[in-house]
């Protein structure tokens, strides 16, 4: 039998069903939860883990208050339990304005998992958006780990979820910049101008409409694609050990049960790609500088070329202080020195983004030494690439977890992918964070970058999105009952 303090601890995360599903009994003596949670599980992520945290929190919680991502898209989710709690909240129930007030999201996943969810809750813009909080359930748990969530796989017995939420209701609510993404290519010559995804493309990148009609890459028709990231963008040789990676545990996923397997499969993959030795084993078409020419704004409506190395064979644009499991590629710049006086400290919300390269693969053991950086290139609030007719006929890119393999311009064909930052979204933070915010006391004041919102030649509202959902609203049917 349940003790008092165990009933007293599930009552301050459970929703009741009438919250939760329309047309449900109301229930005026129901008690308001101190931290109503809504949790979304990833069942595939994590071996057995993902099935297993399923099973727990529903036995913890309301079973319809937990979702398997797999069997449940969270867009419609919450776009249920909104339209609900409108309906409630128009006929005087103060719970349901207890609970949206109060509202916090647990998303147990990989990083991919966790991006689609911000996605979405980005995309709906909902009435006072819940707080996001990551359970570590992939293989490189970057956004976990730099909030204060851990890197490592999480315990799925009842202690160990009890002892998860209790941080969860006590955690602080933090802003970060959301990044918008925006690849164009031209349409091809025959055939339909559909818009037709390179192969696959991950869960936050969508097939959009044509690009405003003042576009330049619109006078022969494009196909567009649009989406967001919340930790980093990356091109090169991390992305294609990672597409190689996801596309084995594919083909075998038995031969990726946990994380340790997954981590020692990973780095079999660096060496077996010859990273380690990538002025031997890899063509110089692989550099950066021969795939793409990188511009960025650093000042509102000022675009410059950026230098790239002729070495560098990954770059990465970086928002959060954790990569590839918990590094930071771009440290602490000591700015008494000359070449790092324009660089200010790498905060999550002052609508920059980090730019790093990386020569290969000894260059990225680099970062486990101390005070061990990539090779900085800039900070900027906008980045650009442009493709053009190469020697290489494809490369690999990577948000935050989600690899993919993508095709590069043939003839006089162009591929154009445009990086601006977007706007907001609240995460849950542990003590241990390491993200730094301008708004932490401790931290140097700076100015923020003025042209947050601001994207280049994209005034409707269909384009200041990522594509994850559509904006919430009210049917129209909705009425007060």
């Known amino acids: 039998m349940s003790s008092p303090e165990f009933e007293s601890l599930l009552e301050d995360f459970y929703i009741p069903d009438y919250i939760l599903l329309r047309g449900s009994e109301v229930k005026n003596d129901s008690r308001t939860p101190v931290c109503p949670v809504i949790v979304f599980i990833n069942?595939?992520?994590?071996?057995?883990?993902?099935?297993?945290?399923?099973v727990t929190y529903r036995s913890l919680l309301n079973k319809n208050q937990v979702f398997d991502l797999g069997e449940n898209r969270p867009e419609k989710v919450l776009h249920r339990l909104y339209v609900n709690l409108e309906t409630l909240k128009c006929n005087g129930d103060v719970l349901a304005i207890d609970i949206q007030k109060r509202l916090r999201i647990i998303v147990a996943g990989g990083d991919g998992t966790a991006g689609w969810v911000l996605g979405v809750i980005s995309d709906l813009k909902l009435p006072q958006p819940p707080p996001v909080?990551?359970?570590p359930l992939g293989t490189g748990n970057n956004l976990p780990f730099a909030f204060g969530w851990g890197k490592k796989n999480p315990s799925t017995d009842r202690q160990s979820v009890e002892s998860f939420m209790q941080i969860v209701r006590?955690?602080?609510e933090m802003k970060i910049d959301s990044w918008h993404i925006l690849m164009?290519?031209?349409?091809?010559?025959?055939?339909?101008?559909?818009?037709?995804?390179?192969?696959?493309?991950p869960h936050s990148l969508h097939a959009s409409q044509r690009i405003s009609e003042t576009d330049s890459l619109n006078t022969e028709g494009t196909h567009m694609f649009r989406g967001g990231f919340w930790n980093y963008f990356s091109m090169g040789m991390d992305a294609q050990v990672s597409y190689d990676f996801h596309t084995e545990r594919k083909l075998h996923p038995e031969k990726f049960t946990n994380q340790l397997t997954n981590q020692s499969n990973y780095m079999k993959l660096i060496c077996k790609q010859g990273w380690f030795w990538a002025s031997l084993a890899q063509p110089s078409s692989r550099n950066i500088a021969q795939l793409a020419k990188v511009k960025v704004m650093k000042k509102s409506g000022q675009w410059e070329e950026l230098h790239i190395p002729s070495s560098i064979r990954s770059i990465i644009c970086l928002n959060l202080p954790s990569f590839s499991g918990g590094l930071d590629p771009w440290g602490r710049p000591d700015t008494s020195k000359s070449r790092y006086k324009h660089l200010t400290p790498p905060y999550v919300d002052d609508?920059?983004?980090?730019?790093?390269?990386?020569?290969?693969?000894?260059?990225?053991?680099?970062?486990?030494?101390?005070?061990?950086?990539?090779?900085?290139l800039a900070q900027a609030s906008r980045i650009r690439f442009e493709f053009h007719h190469g020697a290489a006929g494809h490369t690999f890119m990577r948000i935050d977890g989600e690899p993919w393999k993508q095709p590069l311009p043939a003839d006089d064909d162009t591929v154009e992918i445009e990086i601006s930052h977007f706007r907001q979204v609240s995460m849950l933070a542990t003590p241990s964070c390491r993200s730094k915010s301008v708004l932490d006391p401790s931290?140097?004041?700076?100015?923020?970058?003025?042209d947050y919102d601001s994207l280049e030649d994209e005034s409707s509202s269909e384009q200041?999105?990522?594509?994850?959902?559509?904006?919430?609203?009210?049917?129209?049917?909705?009425?007060?009952?």
């Open 351 to 376: 609508g920059l983004i980090e730019i790093i390269g990386f020569r290969d693969a000894w260059h990225g053991l680099l970062l486990l030494a101390p005070n061990g950086h990539g090779t900085r």
């Open 133 to 135: 909080a990551t359970v």
């Open 443 to 450: 931290s140097p004041v700076i100015h923020q970058n003025e």
């Open 184 to 201: 164009r290519m031209k349409a091809p010559k025959e055939g339909s101008c559909d818009p037709i995804a390179p192969l696959e493309l």
């Open 43 to 54: 069942g595939k992520s994590g071996g057995q883990l993902g099935s297993e945290l399923l």
């Open 170 to 172: 006590t955690a602080k």
């Open 464 to 481: 200041r999105k990522f594509g994850a959902a559509n904006t919430f609203k009210l049917p129209d049917s909705f009425d007060v009952m």
